[in-house]
T-cell receptor, first 114, second 113 residues
């Protein structure tokens, strides 16, 4: 069975600074996707960034980038130039190919301070 | 393009009662997944429906059941409610076997007293 672990329950960062959120996962599968989702307070879960396991290049979406280490089963999220609107719960998630089923970690609460 | 919607927003029930939660999927999507998110936890997969058939189930008892309709909207039914069923229930829609991106609804907050 696949598992996702987020070891940082809470993080804080000052506006305009950079923060990295950690995620590790366990699977015996070779084909899968990894995701970071953002859940702002009392708002909908939205996709931040996605990585396909067969791609060696790390995904990037504007200020968000990942460090995907397949052998180490590590998938961290780096947020550059942090903004107040980045304050949210961040969930790392795993999806095996052809399942459309997400397995989530327990989340990291990120607080961005002015 | 209409996003994923869920109803009701909030619901209070007592132990032993039954509840039905509803989800309208995003236009063009044919797959609906349901997740339970307990307070302070990550979402847990309940089950998934694809073209009106259950297409995978998580570790939830049979009193959690669902339906998907021809228009791809979906219902989650929970019988014999227990206190531990109190959670945020999230619905997510997607287009099967494409880019696998799931679009989430705002959720239904269920409180069982």
């Amino acid at each position: 069975a696949q598992t996702v672990t987020q070891s940082q329950p809470e993080m804080s960062v000052q506006e305009a600074e950079t923060v990295t959120l950690s995620c590790t996962y366990d699977t015996s599968e070779s084909n899968y996707y990894l995701f970071w989702y953002k859940q702002p307070p009392s708002r909908q879960m939205i996709l931040v960034i996605r990585q396909e396991a067969y791609k060696q290049q790390n995904a990037t979406e504007n200020r968000f980038s990942v460090n995907f280490q397949k052998a180490a089963k590590s998938f961290s999220l780096k947020i550059s130039d942090s903004q107040l609107g980045d304050t949210a719960m961040y969930f790392c998630a795993f999806m095996q190919y052809n399942t459309d089923k997400l397995i989530f970690g327990t989340g990291t609460r990120l607080q961005v301070f002015p | 393009e209409t996003g994923v919607t869920q109803s009701p927003t909030h619901l209070i029930k007592t132990r032993g009662q039954q509840v039905t939660l509803r989800c309208s999927s995003q236009s063009g999507h044919n797959t609906v997944s349901w997740y339970q998110q307990a307070l302070g936890q990550g979402p847990q997969f309940i089950f998934q429906y694809y073209r009106e058939e259950e297409n995978g189930r998580g570790n939830f008892p049979p009193r959690f059941s669902g339906l998907q309709f021809p228009n791809y909207s979906s219902e989650l039914n929970v019988n014999a409610l227990e206190l531990d069923d109190s959670a945020l229930y999230l619905c997510a829609s997607s287009l099967w076997d494409t880019d696998n991106e799931q679009f989430f609804g705002p959720g239904t907050r269920l409180t069982v007293l």
